[in-house]
């Protein structure tokens, strides 16, 4: 198998072989599958085999891989060069597009990754409050900065690396955390520190512990209780901005936190990230405002055009609708198997994310009900469903993508292969 050979050579030369942590399948075990090409729906490794892809590049690919208008954009760039260390039209058209899609957004500075995003707009509330503190929630990731690698999701779950060795002590104790959909705790919490809270940070729909909704009032009451308070709410929506529908959770819920951070969707597949608010806080960003933030590639050509021609065609076509209707179809189909087969189990699932939790347990509404759900169970049917051509993520805490071009046949083909996946564990 090429796949096994490429990875001895990666290990040889890479941490694990990867570049990033979980793709190195050691929650699943096995040999990590080496990508040759993307189409659609579909990846193609070096093997020859042919896969539905629900990892899509963990979020980024709304349009799946390869979309023709994408395609053509970068084609139209690619010849005009590739950075400047100046600004472009580009960057305008595309902060121009995150304006009209989040009303309360002035202004957007865009970055290199998620990690960057939110690193910066802690930066940014610390110096708005004049406080130290941040309150996150446990099995929320927000990319892999100091702050952050407090009872982190993602890789910092599957690894089980609560918090990360080389995190300073004073800036681990600098973050507090509570369970997810937890009011009482966080009213608790700011009744004992309020004052020193600099602000929230929360994924407004959890992607990186599996799929995890907010119950009824959860955000609503983050908003009341920052304000409150003078905290800043910040909404990561590194993956639901633009997957969830044109804007995000903020947009859908009429939330306004302080600071949205955003990256995946609106880099179309190249590397992004954003961070936008009202200019009141923005506006403290350098050149405008004191606080530091800069990169070198920051606002690249690429990436916006990239970004710009995703966000395009999903204004064009708003298949959010559609998109949610196959999640739901996929979700039903899926549920409903397992039950057949009598595998307790839990399937979340939000417009064009989806996961499977094997647990007892009626719902799953935080890392504590997560936790329930068994890792062997799912690293049986992960191999399963490689058998049968069908890709999930090589981790059971993160989530399932859907692309719009996982159309209603895609859609079917899963949910057999499931069927006959499901005969073999
Ligand atoms: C992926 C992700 C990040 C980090 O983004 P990178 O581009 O990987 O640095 C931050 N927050 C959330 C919610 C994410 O899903």
Redesign the pocket.
């Known amino acids: 198998m090429k796949s096994e050979e490429l990875f001895e050579r990666a290990r040889r030369c890479m941490p694990g072989g990867v570049s990033?942590p979980v793709r190195a399948y050691r929650a699943v075990g096995g040999v990590p599958r080496f990508v040759e090409r993307g189409e659609g729906a579909y990846i193609f490794d070096v093997d020859g085999n042919r896969y539905i892809d629900y990892v899509l590049s963990?979020?980024p690919l709304i349009l799946g891989h390869v979309h023709p208008a994408v395609l053509k954009a970068l084609t139209e760039v690619l010849p005009k060069g590739t950075s400047f260390g100046a600004p472009t039209e580009l960057e305008v058209e595309l902060a121009e597009t995150i304006k009209a899609a989040f009303p309360f957004v002035e202004l957007v500075r865009f970055v290199?990754?998620?990690?960057?995003?939110?690193m910066t707009a802690v930066r940014l509330a610390r110096a708005r409050t004049g406080r130290e503190l941040i309150l996150k929630f446990e099995g929320?990731?927000?990319?892999?900065a100091d702050p952050f690698l407090v009872r982190a999701g993602?890789g910092g779950l599957t690894f089980n690396i609560p918090s990360s060795p080389g995190v300073p002590k004073g800036t681990a104790e600098c973050t507090l955390s509570v369970p997810y959909n937890d009011r009482d705790a966080v009213e608790e919490v700011f009744g004992r520190c309020g004052e020193d809270i600099a602000a929230v940070v929360v994924?407004p729909v959890a992607?990186?512990m599996g799929v995890v909704l907010p119950q009824e009032g959860f955000l609503e009451g983050l908003r009341s209780t920052t304000k409150e308070h003078g905290a800043l709410l910040i909404f990561?929506?590194?993956?639901?901005g633009f997957r969830v529908e044109f804007g995000g959770i903020s947009t859908r819920y009429n939330v306004e936190p302080d600071i949205i951070?955003l990256?995946?969707v609106i880099g179309g597949g190249l590397?992004?990230?954003a961070l936008c608010g009202r200019e009141e806080v923005m506006g403290l960003l350098a050149p405008q405002g004191k606080v530091y933030q800069a990169g070198t590639l920051s606002g690249n050509p690429l990436a916006m055009k990239a970004g710009l021609a995703t966000l395009e065609v999903l204004r064009k076509e708003m298949p959010y609708r559609t998109l949610r209707g196959r999640t739901e179809e996929l979700a039903d189909g899926v549920r409903e198997l397992f039950r057949r087969k009598g595998i307790p189990c839990v399937v979340n699932y939000e417009t064009g994310m989806f996961s499977i939790f094997f647990t007892e347990r009626e719902r799953v509404l935080d890392l504590e009900d997560v936790r329930t759900s068994s890792a062997e169970l799912y690293s049986k049917v992960f191999h399963a469903l490689l058998g049968e051509g069908v890709m999930l993520a090589p981790s059971p805490y993160e989530s399932a993508f859907l692309s719009t071009a996982h159309d209603g046949e895609v859609i079917e083909r899963t949910v057999e292969a499931f069927e006959r996946a499901l005969r073999r564990i």
């Open positions: 990033s963990y979020g290199n990754s998620g990690t960057e995003a939110t929320c990731y927000h990319g892999h993602s994924e992607g990186n990561d929506e590194v993956i639901t951070t990256g995946k590397p992004v990230g």
